[in-house]
């Protein structure tokens, strides 16, 4: 069930506000004049919000891609492009 309060609530119960969303890790909708206006969030829940955007894009991108040719990588094939790339990122680093 979203929380739903009055934008008036965040000047005068910020702190319960505060709780809730964090608490919950999720927002609370505050409305003006009876109509949404603003989203309140935890920077917890929002970074979340932001990495699974980030997911879904990076999916669909793959999906894309996989659509548009035949060419497919073997498990094998992929691992050992993944630790040769950390290979060398950890030597870049030192």
Not at 6 to 20: G, H, K, M
Not at 42 to 61: T, V
Not at 81 to 86: F, N, Q, S
Request: hydrophobic share 35%; proline share 3%; charged share 35%.
């Amino acid at each position: 069930m979203p929380h739903i309060r009055p934008v008036s609530d965040l000047r005068n119960n910020f702190s319960d506000i505060s709780r809730t969303v964090h608490e919950t890790a999720e927002p609370v909708f505050l409305t003006k004049n009876g109509y949404g206006d603003m989203v309140v969030m935890s920077i917890d829940a929002y970074e979340r919000k932001l990495f699974e955007g980030e997911i879904y894009f990076k999916l669909k991108e793959a999906e894309l891609e996989a659509k548009s040719t035949n060419k497919r990588h073997s498990h094998e094939e992929v691992f050992s492009d993944l630790k040769a790339r950390i290979a060398n990122k950890v030597e870049d680093d030192v």
